[in-house]
């Protein structure tokens, strides 16, 4: 029988109080733990001092039946992780023979002098289970406690961690707990609407889901839609979860373009292909953003023709026949210039399709009348030209992210109609 099993993630070092070290370990522990079919419900880092460890340990155990901590496994004086956690528990250290000669064999095999502090790694919880380290000198170690609840600590080394995580201690916690189920989790990815509008437009759903369960998160350029399902096979998962984003793709419709690690500019790339279309792109403020976003796919060559930064309003009018009484009159950035753009690109490149993009990436250049992040973008194909205004109101870098995700957004939208037609 499955016994309840809320797992929490347990990061020890300063450095990553800091900054100075990203913590990757903590959401691949998660996804792990979640694959396995063990719930994460709290995270927390805590910094090299035994008195602070040994207090998030206790946080940790009065409210998890699963702690697990990855870190401060080390030989040097500021890896505090096993003294803190024998010392929270009651339980002396002792020096396990075994592991000071597997730590020994290791040095001997490098041809490396062993320093005399590495025999601390030998130092191992009374009644602790060790896990062996196939990839480094800190072995690890798990600890059952009367009442079942289970810690285990991991190195903080990734690729030390993620061998023992897998190997030793999700199928030590899902044999203890009785887990049976698995976690899975689809993403649904979305662009071109708010995240008020989407949220309002699916609420119902996300209210009631129960299980499946949804989830919504929200990035600069696109929104995402975790649904995340337990069950107890991977048919009936996958059953549950396409329900659910039957339901949601009914609702939001082509504002969704891609699914799990799909990004934009692959979806538009597979569509050139699919239609056979080409296309060529006219950037001013985004820099060759879009082209790079384009071009960064195996076999973009088959569609993508040609890519021109027109950065100055000589370059605009030398290389795309924008004319110079156009930009006089109503300015670089303007529906004119970007229409005039897309249309210039298309009959100079000779593809089917051409974009044209200019505006205000900012921080400076902007007015009352045309304001940072003021950016128009257009499309020329063979049944016209259209162009849309947007008014993105982020840094620089955020504006031309902006930018270029709209100008795929627009071109992967007319792909669909076109393929529809």
């Excluded at 792990?32 to 719930?39: D, K, P, R, V, Y």
């Excluded at 924008?322 to 970007?338: D, N, T």
Aim: hydrophobic fraction near 40%; include cysteine; glycine fraction near 10%.
């Amino acid at each position: 029988m499955e016994r309840q099993a809320r797992a929490e993630i347990l990061t020890v070092g300063t450095e990553l109080l800091l900054g100075q070290t990203i913590d990757t370990n903590s959401a691949y522990i998660g996804e792990q733990l979640a694959a396995a079919g063990i719930e994460v419900h709290w995270k927390s880092a805590v910094g090299d001092h035994e008195g602070h460890i040994r207090e998030a340990l206790r946080a940790a155990l009065a409210r998890s039946e699963i702690v697990i901590t990855t870190g401060g496994l080390g030989p040097t004086e500021d890896d505090l992780t096993c003294l803190a956690v024998a010392a929270e528990l009651g339980r002396p250290l002792i020096l396990d023979k075994t592991v000071l000669e597997s730590i020994r064999h290791r040095f001997t095999d490098r041809a490396i002098v062993m320093s005399r502090n590495n025999e601390r790694q030998a130092m191992i919880p009374e009644g602790a289970t060790v896990l062996p380290n196939r990839n480094g000198t800190a072995p690890g170690f798990a600890i059952r406690l009367r009442d079942g609840r289970i810690v285990a600590a991991v190195p903080g080394v990734p690729s030390e961690m993620r061998l023992m995580l897998n190997e030793q201690v999700i199928p030590r916690l899902r044999e203890s707990f009785g887990v049976t189920s698995t976690i899975r989790s689809h993403i649904l990815k979305a662009c071109g609407i708010a995240e008020s509008t989407l949220d309002e437009t699916i609420s119902d759903l996300i209210r009631l889901s129960r299980n499946p369960t949804i989830g919504v998160m929200a990035y600069p350029d696109e929104i995402h839609i975790r649904l995340t399902v337990k069950s107890e096979s991977e048919a009936e998962g996958d059953r549950l979860l396409d329900e659910l984003e039957t339901a949601i793709r009914a609702r939001l419709g082509d504002y969704l373009f891609g699914r799990d690690e799909e990004r934009l500019e692959e979806v538009v790339g597979r569509l050139l292909l699919e239609t056979r279309a080409t296309v060529a792109v006219a950037e001013s403020c985004t820099g060759g953003l879009v082209c790079h976003r384009l071009t960064n796919l195996p076999g973009s060559s088959a569609y993508f023709i040609r890519g021109d930064v027109v950065y100055a309003n000589e370059a605009k009018e030398r290389l795309l026949d924008v004319p110079h009484k156009l930009i006089a009159e109503h300015g670089a950035v303007s529906r004119p210039v970007a229409l005039a753009m897309a249309i210039g690109m298309r009959q100079t490149a000779g593809t089917d399709l051409a974009l044209g993009i200019t505006g205000i990436a900012g921080p400076g250049g902007g007015s009352a009348t045309k304001p940072v992040g003021l950016t128009y973008i257009a499309l020329a194909s063979e049944g016209g030209v259209i162009c849309r205004e947007h008014r993105f109101l982020a840094d620089r870098d955020t504006n031309k992210l902006l930018a270029s995700q709209s100008a795929l957004d627009i071109l992967r939208r007319h792909l669909l109609s076109s393929r529809h037609a």
